[in-house]
């Protein structure tokens, strides 16, 4: 490695050109990035006593000795996004400045021969920068003053005009000029032969747009290869990945796509920092390693077209596209790497396309009915990250139907009658996502769909006036004496909402008024307000009955998941755990007073929650939530308790806790405790609850 200091207009001036190698990533500044230079060169120029403003490294390699007087191009491993970024600023500059030389070499012809082009070259030479895809088209076409294409690239054309606009807004360019000439840079060499471009690349820590953890995932795979098979590889299969995600989205999608590509693979849900490290061992296992790179980046290439289908909506085939948009209305990614694996078992057809359509449904009714009857998310992403373990795919829909209806209460797919209860009573109207219930009720059976974006949500009896913000006084005297409980209760609920084209005209009407409008409840065609205006007087009766009616049809919109019981007994009988111990096994807590404090214990962890569970081991008795989270060492004269969680985390007031962290212990978990006095049931417990509340809450 050889580094430098050096002055930035030198180095381009110098250098015959620099190329961006196509593992690297697209160019990727905002107006935020090129702000904060612009903001940086103004004050540089501005400012007599700044002689220099650093502006970070350019770190490349070339073959053979490394130094800007070679002629051979340079591939830029680091410093891609600044290069780029002066490279527009210089060319909006040229088309800016006019005759005019601000200061000396800062006309125009200079300015476009020392630092965009070689005149003297011609074809790919006759650039000073090459920029990959996309990005080299558009940079091109502002270099030589011609159309954009089609496809043109657009941060590079945004960030040109940007410049552009600030430079016209500046007027006198002396200021521009002067903070031009005093960037400086690192100029970093690196010798192929002793220097690890890719150890070099992750360990730089360089100013401006942090590098995602996608960028970090393409340049390990293709940096170490060799230009050609590069080149291969990345129009055979990351060039399409491109492609199909489109510029935006591939900036704001591929991170998270690869998170959830990695749960696929692994079963683990990686942190959102650690997806780079994550990849890196997943491609390390022998497994892959055998298959080959060409596999691995295939497999990343075939995923990203199934994520692009449902989470981008991309889908062509016209039943899965409506189904994945249902789902993404739901806001639901905790799904998606399940729907990965779906979506692959699709592709080779070991799960048939209707089949797809019914659990994609199954997913749906799963997440809105949980949201519906307020049951907490923040397990679901474990449940769908481990959704595909031991999923019997030669029965695919029976056994994902088992998967679900065997959840513990905490992620449990609520039952008809729970549903059925608390869509009633929610507050549905300020749902995250109102126009999708709404449209899936609407247009439930219809082949002929109604775009309720076209419509606005009604509230029969009104949410308020506009102006006081109160019930008016016609509706107060329509609900009666007790209006105001009524109104606060009801109003925002399943049985007093609907749709309508005609919200304006309703206004705060009356309800005789609003059914005998033209285009009023009485005639209107939408499902929705079937059955509205048969009613004499839309009061607290008339709510609860309409909810009730809506509230069935919710049933069949958003099924819950049913089998036969000979088909979740079978299913039982395989997940179940056999153990060849008992309790008798245990002879302390068999008879005696310990048999009897054992008892008590057990009684009330087991009322903790309908998903705990009980095993009984050789040396100890189990209680299990996902896993163990207290286990009972019976001994003669008290129950040695251990508890599964952190002893910095157990929160003790009286100090009865130990800390075994570093002994040897049967059992499970950093913390013990003993009991052996019923009085001291009820404090203990609330140490076991924070285990299982502990543990719970893990699976987020």
């Given amino acids: 490695m050889k580094a430098t200091e050096a002055k930035l207009l030198d180095f381009l001036k110098k250098s015959p050109q620099f190329v961006i190698p196509i593992y690297q990533r697209i160019y ?33 390699v070339e073959k053979g000795l490394y130094s800007v007087s070679s002629q051979s191009p340079l591939l830029v491993i680091d410093g891609q996004q600044r290069l780029t970024t002066i490279t527009l600023l210089i060319a909006a500059l040229v088309e800016v400045i006019g005759d ?66 600030n430079l016209k807004k500046l007027g006198d360019l002396t200021s521009v000029c002067s903070g031009l000439a005093k960037l400086m840079v690192v100029d970093i060499s690196l010798d192929r032969e002793q220097d690890n471009p890719q150890l070099i690349f992750e360990s730089m820590n360089s100013t401006g747009k942090e590098l995602s953890q996608a960028d970090l995932i393409r340049n390990y795979i293709l940096m170490g290869l060799e230009p050609s098979y590069q080149t291969q590889l990345y129009e055979q299969y990351w060039r399409p990945m491109e492609l199909a995600f489109g510029q935006q989205a591939y900036s704001d999608y591929f991170d998270s796509f690869m998170r959830h590509f990695l749960t696929v693979k692994t079963r683990e849900i990686p942190k959102i920092n650690e997806v780079y490290e994550v990849f890196k061992e997943y491609s390390r296992q022998s497994s892959v390693l055998n298959d080959g790179i060409d ?38 990614d905790v799904a998606y790497p399940f729907l990965l694996e779906l979506y692959s078992d699709f592709s080779t057809r070991l799960l048939e396309h209707d089949e797809f359509v019914s659990i994609v449904r199954i997913i749906e009714s799963y997440v809105f009915r949980r949201a519906i009857c307020e049951i907490p998310t923040n397990s679901m992403n474990t449940t769908f990250a481990r959704m595909g373990i031991g999923l019997k795919k030669d029965r695919y829909i029976e056994s994902i139907k088992v998967s679900f209806l065997l959840l513990p209460s905490y992620r449990r797919f609520p039952r008809d009658d729970e549903f059925y209860r608390k869509i009633q009573t929610k507050d549905i109207y300020n749902f995250r996502s109102k126009s999708y219930w709404l449209r899936r009720m609407e247009n439930f059976n219809r082949k002929e769909r109604i ?50 084209g005609y919200n304006s005209e309703y206004s705060n009407n009356s309800f005789a008024a609003k059914c005998e409008h033209e285009f009023g409840f009485k005639f209107s065609p939408l499902k929705m307000n079937e059955g509205i205006s048969s009613e004499k007087r839309w009061d607290e009766t008339a709510i609860i009955k309409r909810a009730k009616q809506l509230a069935e049809k919710a049933i069949y919109v958003w099924p819950a998941v049913t089998l036969s019981q000979d088909i979740m007994d079978a299913y039982k009988v395989q997940n179940e755990q056999t153990s060849e111990y008992s309790l008798e096994d245990h002879p302390y807590i068999s008879v005696g007073k310990m048999a009897e404090l054992f008892q008590q214990f057990r009684k009330t962890v087991l009322e903790l929650d309908p998903c705990v569970t009980e095993e009984v081991k050789k040396l100890y008795v189990a209680f299990k939530a996902e896993t163990n989270f207290v286990d009972v060492i019976p001994q003669a004269k008290r129950l040695r308790l251990s508890l599964n969680m952190p002893f910095a985390d157990i929160d003790d007031p009286r100090g009865l806790c130990r800390d075994i962290t570093h002994l040897g212990r049967w059992g499970n978990g950093d913390v013990e405790v003993g009991l052996d006095n019923p009085e001291d049931i009820s404090y203990v417990m609330t140490l076991v609850t924070q285990a299982f509340e502990r543990q719970i809450g893990a699976f987020e």
């Fill in 28 to 60: 990727s500044w905002k107006e935020k990035e090129c702000q904060q230079l612009w903001d940086d060169i103004i004050r540089a120029g501005k400012n007599n006593n700044i002689s220099a403003h650093f502006m970070g490294s350019v770190v490349y």
């Fill in 295 to 332: 596999a691995l980046v295939k497999d990343i290439k075939n995923y990203a077209v199934y994520f692009c289908a449902f989470a981008l909506d991309k889908e062509k085939d016209k039943a899965l596209k409506l189904a994945f948009k249902d789902l993404r209305e739901l806001k639901v």
């Fill in 451 to 500: 775009l309720v974006n076209e419509y606005t949500i009604e509230h029969i009896m009104p949410q308020a006036d506009n102006k006081s913000e109160k019930l008016p006084q016609i509706w107060r005297s329509e609900l009666g004496s007790d209006w105001a409980r009524v109104w606060e209760t009801y109003r925002h609920t399943l049985g007093n909402l609907t749709l309508t």
């Fill in 100 to 165: 005019q030389e601000p200061l000396e070499d800062f006309s125009a012809a200079k300015l476009r021969g020392y630092y965009l082009t070689n005149p003297l070259e011609g074809g790919e030479k006759f650039y000073k920068l090459i920029l990959s895809q996309t990005d080299d088209r558009s940079l091109k076409a502002i270099i030589n003053r011609m159309e954009q294409p089609d496809d043109m690239s657009i941060r590079v054309v945004e960030n040109f005009e940007f410049f552009k606009s």
